[in-house]
C-alpha cells in the first residue's frame, strides 16, 4: 500500500509538470491511433474481401476492358458459381471534390456475392425493377443527404455524357469495416446507353466477380480462368479479390510507409520528452531515494517507484489518448467524407496505442531507474533536490 | 561471582577510509580503533573534514571502510553483502538526519510507519507501534500532517519516531540539531536523552554544537581522520 501511495503522490507532486507531460501523451497516442486507423482505412478494401470471390481482369492493365462473352465462358469453368460484370463508372456529382466510387454492377448477381451490403427487401426489389435505379450506401447518403426516391444526376468521364439515376435502395454495412460509400447502379443501363452514344465501347466489362463454391481452390480456379483467354486479344488476369484490393494500396505504398514512419516518429518524440521528465525527477528525488536505501529499502524497490511513477503517467496519457481516439476518428471520418469508406478505431490500433504508452513508459523510466536504484547513500544524501 | 560484562555493541578496528576527487585520493579516516559500550551517547566532534559524518556512515552501514572491521553486535558489517546489508540497516539501525530526510508526499504517520513496512508486522501492529512512537515524540496529535504544515523541530522529531520505531539498537544521528533553532534543537537533544535514558538506545551523534554534545556521555574529537592526540583525556562522562 504504501508502495502504491508513494507512486500516486509522487506523481502528482508537480501537477503542472505531470499534467504537461500527460497532454503531451495523449496528444501523442491520440496521433498515433489516428495514423495507424487512417493507415488501417487504407488497407480496409482488403480486409472487407472474402476468400470466396475472386476478381478477373484484363492481364494488360485495369484499364483495358474484356468483351462481355467472357462472362459465360468465366461461368462454365468447374467450381465457379457466380459471374458478375462489373465497371467503375467515375463518375461527377456535382463537384470533382464530391467524389465517390460508383461502379455499374450485374445487380442480380453482383449483391448475391456480397451478402455485406444489406438492403430493406422492399428497396431492393424497386432497385431490381427500375432499370435507372441506384444503390447508395448509408454513409454516402448521410454525407450528400441521398433518400430514396431522389435523382442522382452524374456526369460521366469514363462514360461520357449526363447520366440520371433514381435512387431506389439505401444498404448498410454487415459489420462496421464494410465499405457504405459507393454507389451501384445496373450494368445493362450502362451498356446499353453506351450502345447508343458510343457503340464501338458497349460489350465492354471492366472486371468480372467470380464467386467460388470451394475458397481453398481458388488458386487452381483462377489459373482455370485465366486458361481460357490465354492467347486471346484480351487474356485474363484472375486472383482473390483481397489481392485485387491490395494491389490498389501497393500503388499508394509510399504513402502508407510514410504516415506509419510518421505515427512511429510521435511516438519517439514523445519517449524523449517522458525520458527527459523522468531523468529530472528522478535527479530532484535522489536524496528520498538515498533516504529509502538507508532506511534499508532494496535497489530494485527504488527503482519501481520511479518505474511505477513512469508508468502512470504514461497509462494516464495513453488511456487519454485512446479514449479521445474515437470521437476525433469520427469527426475526421465526416470531414473527409467519402475519402476513406471506413475509417475505424481497430482493437488493433488501441492495442498499438497501449502498448506504445507502457512501451513510452517503460523505456523512459530505465535510465533513470537504473539511477535511483545505483545512487550511493552517502552521495544520494548529499544532492540537493 | 564474577560479574559478567556485555561485549561492546560497536567495536571499530583499524578502519580506514579515502576518497578519490579528480584522480587524486584523499585520506578521511586512518587506522581509527574504538568501542563504543551498549547504551552509550557517544558524540563525535571535529572541525569540517576532519571525517565524522564519514565515520558515522561507517557506523551506520550506509559506507564501507577501504580496510579494517567494523563489528556491531558482534556482526561484521563490513563484510556483509548490499542486500544483507540493507536488511541489517532496517533491524539494527535508526537514522536521524541534519535535514530530517522524510517524504514530503507522506504524512507524519506514513513516514514513521515507512520502516515497519520492512518487517512482517501486520497493519494493525504497525499502528500500534507508530501511535506509540507518536506519542514519545509528543507529536500525536500531528499524525496526519505533511512534512511541510510542521515546524523543523517537529519534522526531526517525526524523523526521531521514525528512527525509533522498528527498536534498533544503534541511533546516528548527523548533525541533529543542526537546522533547528534553540528552543527545537533542545527539544530535539532532550528526546535523544530520553531514548537513552529511559529506553537504553545506544545513540551515535555528530555534531558541531558544543550545546549538543554536553548530552552525550562521551566524545571523541577527530581531526584529520584521526582520533586526535588526548582524545582519551577529551573523553568524559557526563553522567
Not at chain 1, 170 to 191: C, K, P, V
Request: hydrophobic share 45%.
Amino acid at each position: 500500500m504504501q508502495f502504491l501511495k508513494l507512486i500516486v503522490r509522487n506523481t502528482l507532486r508537480h501537477k503542472l509538470r505531470t499534467g504537461l507531460t500527460v497532454l503531451g501523451l495523449l496528444i501523442a497516442v491520440l496521433s498515433f491511433g489516428l495514423l495507424q486507423t487512417v493507415v488501417g482505412a487504407w488497407y480496409a478494401g482488403a480486409n472487407a474481401a472474402a476468400p470466396d470471390r475472386l476478381v478477373t481482369r484484363n492481364a494488360i492493365s485495369l484499364v483495358f476492358p474484356m468483351p462481355l462473352h467472357y462472362r459465360e465462358k468465366v461461368r462454365a469453368v468447374p467450381g465457379v458459381k457466380r459471374v458478375g460484370a462489373a465497371n467503375w463508372f467515375g463518375g461527377i456529382y456535382q463537384d470533382p471534390r464530391k467524389f465517390f466510387p460508383q461502379f455499374a454492377v450485374d445487380a442480380a448477381q453482383y449483391f448475391e456475392m456480397y451478402p455485406e451490403y444489406r438492403f430493406a427487401e422492399e428497396e431492393k426489389r424497386a432497385f431490381l425493377r427500375d432499370r435507372r435505379g441506384a444503390v447508395v450506401g448509408r454513409k454516402l447518403a448521410e454525407t450528400y443527404g441521398f433518400k430514396v426516391g431522389d435523382t442522382l444526376p452524374l456526369r460521366g468521364t469514363i462514360f461520357p455524357g449526363d447520366w440520371s439515376f433514381t435512387v431506389r435502395a439505401i444498404y448498410d454495412g454487415a459489420e462496421t469495416r464494410t465499405d457504405t460509400s459507393q454507389m451501384f447502379f445496373h450494368w445493362d443501363y450502362l451498356n446499353e446507353t453506351m450502345k447508343r452514344r458510343v457503340p464501338r465501347r458497349a460489350d465492354q466489362v471492366g472486371v468480372f466477380v467470380v464467386q467460388i463454391a470451394d475458397p481453398a481452390r481458388s488458386a487452381e480456379i483462377s489459373q482455370a480462368i485465366d486458361a481460357q483467354f490465354r492467347n486471346s486479344a484480351a487474356e485474363t488476369l484472375t486472383e482473390t479479390e483481397k489481392a485485387f484490393q491490395l494491389g490498389f494500396v501497393a500503388m499508394t505504398e509510399a504513402i502508407v510507409v510514410g504516415i506509419r514512419i510518421v505515427s512511429f516518429v510521435v511516438v519517439f518524440i514523445i519517449l524523449a520528452v517522458m525520458a527527459n521528465t523522468m531523468a529530472m525527477t528522478a535527479r530532484e528525488r535522489l536524496s528520498e531515494y538515498a533516504t529509502l536505501k538507508a532506511l534499508g529499502f532494496a535497489p530494485g524497490y527504488v527503482a519501481a517507484l520511479v518505474l511505477g511513477e513512469s508508468l502512470a503517467i504514461a497509462a494516464a496519457g495513453g488511456l487519454a489518448g485512446i479514449a479521445c481516439t474515437f470521437p476525433v476518428a469520427a469527426w475526421f471520418g465526416t470531414q473527409t467524407g467519402t475519402l476513406f469508406p471506413v475509417l475505424e478505431v481497430s482493437q488493433a490500433t488501441v492495442a498499438m496505442q497501449l502498448g506504445a504508452a507502457l512501451a513510452v513508459g517503460v523505456a523512459a523510466a530505465v535510465l533513470p531507474g537504473r539511477r535511483a536504484a545505483r545512487v550511493r547513500i552517502v552521495e544520494g544524501l548529499r544532492a540537493i533536490g | 561471582m564474577s560479574r559478567r560484562v556485555s561485549p561492546p555493541l560497536i567495536e571499530v578496528r583499524g578502519v580506514s577510509k579515502s576518497y578519490r576527487r579528480g584522480g587524486q585520493v584523499v585520506p578521511v579516516l586512518h587506522d581509527l580503533s574504538f568501542d563504543v559500550q551498549r547504551g552509550d551517547f557517544l558524540g563525535l566532534m571535529g572541525p569540517s573534514g576532519s571525517g565524522k559524518s564519514t565515520l558515522l556512515n561507517l557506523l551506520a552501514g550506509i559506507d564501507k571502510p577501504d580496510s579494517g572491521a567494523i563489528l556491531v553486535d558482534g556482526v561484521d558489517i563490513t563484510g556483509l553483502p548490499e542486500s544483507d546489508l540493507a536488511d541489517w540497516r532496517a533491524a539494527a539501525v535508526g537514522f536521524v538526519f541534519q535535514f530530517y530526510n522524510l517524504m514530503p508526499v507522506l504524512t507524519a504517520f506514513e513516514n514513521v510507519e515507512l520502516p515497519l513496512t520492512l518487517t512482517p508486522l501486520s497493519r494493525r501492529e504497525r499502528r500500534e507501534h507508530v501511535s506509540a512512537a507518536l506519542r514519545l515524540v509528543g507529536l500525536a496529535d500531528r499524525a496526519e500532517h505533511y512534512p511541510s504544515e510542521l515546524s523543523g523541530g517537529q519534522q526531526q522529531r517525526v524523523a526521531i519516531a521514525r528512527a525509533l520505531v522498528t527498536d534498533p539498537k544503534l541511533i546516528v544521528a548527523d548533525e541533529p540539531t543542526g537546522d533547528l533553532d534553540r528552543q527545537s534543537a533542545a527539544e530535539v537533544l532532550s528526546l535523544l536523552e530520553q531514548l537513552n535514558h529511559e529506553f537504553g538506545k545506544t545513540i551515535v551523534m555528530v555534531t558541531h554544537d558544543r550545546r549538543a554534545a554536553d548530552h552525550a556521555h562521551a566524545i571523541k574529537y577527530l581531526d584529520k581522520g584521526e582520533l586526535s592526540e588526548g582524545a582519551d583525556l577529551l573523553e568524559r562522562s557526563v553522567r
